[in-house]
């Protein structure tokens, strides 16, 4: 029982330190640097120590002061650095395993949002052409639905943007502003018109042209030209205390890309 414990404790530790190896691998490159510094400056004294006594006994060899070249002083004092050049050198490795594995992981996690997205682009495909437009966009409908009623009106400040007087909801951001449809669709044909020469849009760029503020989300999220233009599913809901309330979806949705 003990043994199976054990077994059980060090399978833990192996899978937390797995999943946590670039940030150990980080802190442990961060801390190496900081002592690599610590010891090459106590190294130093001695160092100079060194290369006074080289000096000194060259002075005697050619009975007149000798300043040792560049050269001289480092094969004088070399060894002293060896246990700083030894730490700066795992440092280093760590850190740089430190950015492998991440790099490794985005690649899994961009390849597998690939897959997932291409999973859902061809359920709903095939969603429409099963159960046909009308029950498809009922769904979607009932869908948003959901999102206004998990998301009150109520508990959320509404942005008064300037550009419309109709209650909207942000199906992305789960945020309330005003707005009304032809402003929407002026803004994402001139957007879709912004795209095809900038090659992508933030979902910051929405919010700025709709008079909100950008989010951290928003910095990191956008369309790209390679995925299509942007095309906004509008969904038509009673918000709390039945207000009418347009919720702004996207049929392309924003994905994650480096630009």
Known sequence: MKGLKLSGIMRSVTFAMKKHSPEILTGIGIAGMITTAVMAVRATPKALELINEREAQMDEEELTYTELTKVEKVKAVWRCYIPAAITGVLSTVCLIGASSVNLRRNAALATAYTLSETALREYSEKAVEVIGEKKEK???????????????????????????????????????????????????????RRMRDEMFISLNDFYYEIGREGTKLGETLGWSIDDGYIDFDFSSQLAEGGTPCLVVDYKIAPKYTRW
């Open 138 to 192: 009922a769904i979607r409908d009932a869908v948003a639905k959901d999102k206004i009623e998990k998301n009150p009106v109520g508990k959320n400040e509404i942005i008064v943007t300037g550009k419309g007087d109709y209650l909207c909801y942000d199906a992305v951001a789960g945020r309330y502003f005003t707005s009304d449809i032809d402003k929407l669709r002026k803004i994402e044909n001139e957007l879709n």
